[in-house]
């Protein structure tokens, strides 16, 4: 008897434990000043990508470095990332120190460049669910995109984690709040619900709404329909 | 010279396509065949659907509802000249002519559709946010057409969001000649871009980067 209980009672010692992390995590806003810090950007197929592109393009370059991660199935997203950072470094004067001093001669301007670095990344993972798939294979396409998004996560160790909406994105973010889950690292999840919900959230929205610190509707029908969004009008 | 550009984005919406490409009437039944054979005085227009639909002997569904005129022809008739097509992943594809001081140019996607939003008069879209977006930034006239196939349409909810503000026209594929002949596109109003500097002041503020 003793056998069977033992096991029983630490599975649910460690799942009462693991709820309480998660509420923790989910619920602690503690704002640390910085100078800087790592962004990770779930980029979507078309509309999705553009729409969190032009929010990028408003930040400062105190983000740095980016990584993007788009599905292994999306061929536009990457050309137009491409295009976005090329147009940054061209805007951006630092770049062109960076450039000019390629080759660190002394600890002093290695770690320089390090505060102004502006190098970004492009990561691949499997998409979670194809437009109209059957709900049956995407909870398994999507256990599949988990099960590879957390060694990515492990490795890239973001400070922020911002998306809007594709499928893509929900892998990323529960990965990155298990990151937290686990105190390996507290990961900011900010959610950007797309301009074209003005009425209803989407799919990633209704599960992301629970999980993420900030969740930014596009809408006032939104922001009553969820309180505990926030609201700043349009913004893309 | 004006111009109208119609753009599906990434997508493929060949009922639009066929329909705008169109020389002739696309619902043509056999019953109104008849009815021009058998009433010469009819042979040279299209006769008005509620007289077809009054006369004994026709059978009901030999009987169209509604009888479109050619969108190119409704095109010229409004003074347009030139009509572009971006067809991106559509199987169909209108072959290109210039004739009658009329152009028809068709082409799946380009790296930016700036260039032919910049030169166009008049736009007609398919509902995707990026294509109505950047549109309307440019302050061209648009007409959206809602894509009846896509299930779970919430472009939908855009686009009745953005015709509520006073924005844009929407219609669908079989609504679109009706739209194009009443609408009046002095009444549309100019587009606020979005502010994406709200979004930047915010976030700078939550993750502490704000001194």
Known sequence: MACVLIPVVAAGAVAVVLVLRLWIVCRSQDVTPRESLSLLVVAGSGGHTTEILRLLGSLS????PRHYVIADTDKMSADKINSFEL?????DPSTMFLQIYSAPVNK???????????????????????????????????????????????????????????????PICIAALLLGILGIKKVIIVYVESICRVETLSLSGKILIHLSDYFIVQWPTLKEKYPRSVYLGRIV | MKRVFVTVGSTSFDELITR??????????????????????????????????ALPGFPDRSVPKEIPAALLQIFRSLGYSQLTLQIGRGAV??????????????????????????????????????????????????????????????????????????????????????????????????YPPGQPEKFSAFLDKVVGLQK
């Open chain 1, 87 to 91: 147009d940054r470094a061209d805007r």
């Open chain 1, 108 to 170: 002093a301007v290695r770690e320089h460049s390090a505060v102004m670095d502006s190098r970004y990344y492009i990561h691949r993972i499997p998409r979670s669910r194809e437009v109209q798939q059957s709900w049956l294979s995407t909870v398994l396409t999507t256990l599949h995109s988990m099960w590879l998004s957390f060694p990515l996560i492990h490795q890239v160790k973001p400070d922020l984690v911002l998306c809007n909406g594709p499928g893509t994105c929900v």
């Open chain 2, 20 to 53: 705008v490409s169109a020389e002739e009437s696309l619902h043509v039944s056999v019953g109104v065949e008849r009815l021009r054979r058998a009433l010469p005085r009819f042979a040279c227009r299209s006769p008005p659907p509620t007289l077809l639909l």
């Open chain 1, 61 to 64: 370059s105190a983000y740095s």
């Open chain 2, 93 to 190: 594809v209108p072959e290109p002519f210039s004739a009658d001081s009329f152009t028809l140019d068709v082409y799946r996607y380009k790296d930016s559709l700036r260039e032919d939003l910049e030169r166009a008069d008049l736009v007609i879209s398919h509902a995707g946010a990026g294509s109505c977006l950047e549109t309307l930034e440019k302050g061209k006239p648009l007409v959206v057409v809602i894509n009846e196939k896509l299930m779970n349409n919430h472009q939908l909810e855009l686009a009745k969001q953005l015709h509520k503000e006073g924005h844009l026209f929407y219609c669908t594929c079989s609504t679109l000649p009706g739209l194009l002949q009443s609408m009046d596109l002095s009444t549309l109003k100019c």
